[in-house]
C-alpha cells in the first residue's frame, strides 16, 4: 500500500553508540529524518530473550541500563518515551494465531531498542512497545511472528528489529586500534544480503545450513534473530535496501536492512 511505513532491522553493535559520534550514529539520524513520523514503535531487541513471548503494556517504560562496564555517561542516558498499551492489545490480536502473547508490566527499553531510537527520535516523543524473543523456539517461529505483525505496518506502526547479523563477541577487538573483518564474517554477511536481495527466504531462517561461516558469524541466536521478525514483514514486490553498512571491532556487523523503502 502506498502509505505503507517500512521495516527496519537494525545492527546496534557496541552500547556506545548511544552517545558517541561515528558513521554508524549518524546514518542512524539521517534515517530517522526521512521517514514519516509513526503513530508508534513496536521494537523487537536482542536483549529481551527469555523462555516466553511478552509485549511491554505500561504507560511509562523505564530505560534499562543492561549492560557493564561502561562510562558513567552511558548509564546517565534516559530515553523517556511514553508506552502504548492500546498497541501492546493489538500485538496480542494479531499474534494469537502463532503464539500466546502476555502483556508485561516490568521490562521496559533495553539497549538494543533506546541506543538507536535515540539516533532515530531523539526527542522521545513516540511511543515505543517492546515484544519479547522467545528462546525456546525455532528460528520459523520468529519469521512467523513477523508475518502476523504486517498488518502493523498500515496503521502508522515502525516495526524495528535491533541485533545483529553477525554478532561474536568472543572474536570482538574490545578496545583495540581498528581491525579488518574477519573473513568469515565478509562471506556470511555477503550471503545474507544476497539471500536478501533474491527474496530467497528459506536459507535465511534456516541459517545453520549455511555452514562454518554462518555458525561463526551466528554463535548464539539472540542477535540473528529479530532480522527474521523485519523479514517476515517483507510484502511481494517490496524493495530491499541496506542503508547502514559496516564491521565493527572485526565482528560484528552493523548492517541495516530496511524492507519497503520509502
Known amino acids: ?12 553493535g557496541n552500547p556506545m553508540n548511544a552517545i558517541e559520534e561515528n558513521a554508524y550514529t549518524r546514518a542512524w539520524a539521517a534515517i530517522g529524518k526521512r521517514l ?15 523462555p516466553a513471548t511478552l509485549v511491554t503494556a505500561m504507560d511509562k ?8 562496564g561502561f562510562p558513567r555517561p552511558l548509564y546517565e542516558v534516559e ?4 508506552g502504548d498499551p492500546e498497541l501492546a492489545a493489538r500485538v496480542q490480536e494479531l499474534v494469537s494465531p502463532v503464539a500466546a ?31 519479547s524473543i522467545d528462546e525456546t523456539q525455532e528460528p520459523a517461529f520468529h519469521y512467523e511472528v513477523g508475518k502476523c505483525l504486517t498488518p502493523l505496518r498500515d496503521e502508522g506502526i515502525l516495526v524495528i528489529g535491533s541485533g545483529n547479523l553477525v554478532h561474536n563477541l568472543h572474536t570482538y577487538a574490545w578496545g583495540r586500534h ?25 536459507p535465511i531462517i534456516d541459517y545453520e ?14 542477535h540473528y534473530l529479530p532480522l527474521l521478525y523485519v523479514l517476515g514483514l517483507r510484502r511481494a514486490g517490496d524493495r530491499v535496501s541496506f ?11 552493523m548492517l541495516s536492512v530496511e524492507i519497503g523503502s520509502e
Open 101 to 131: 502473547v502476555q502483556r508485561d508490566q516490568s521490562w521496559g527499553l533495553d539497549h538494543g531498542t533506546w541506543s538507536v531510537l535515540c539516533r532515530l527520535f531523539p526527542a522521545a516523543d513516540i511511543p515505543v512497545v517492546q515484544l
Open 36 to 50: 514519516a513520523k509513526p503513530r508508534a514503535i513496536l521494537a523487537i531487541s536482542a536483549h529481551w530473550y527469555l
Open 178 to 202: 581498528p581491525v579488518e573483518p574477519f573473513d568469515w564474517a565478509l562471506r556470511f554477511e555477503k550471503q545474507a544480503r544476497d539471500l536478501l536481495v533474491a527474496d530467497d527466504v528459506e
Open 61 to 68: 517504560p523505564r530505560t534499562i541500563h543492561d549492560f557493564g
Open 79 to 82: 530515553y523517556p518515551a511514553p
Open 209 to 222: 545450513s549455511l555452514g562454518r561461516d554462518a555458525r561463526l558469524s551466528v554463535p548464539t541466536p539472540d
Open 1 to 12: 500500500m502506498a502509505n505503507s511505513l517500512p521495516a527496519l532491522f537494525f545492527g546496534h
Open 243 to 253: 542503508p547502514v553498512e559496516g564491521v565493527d571491532g572485526g565482528s560484528i556487523s
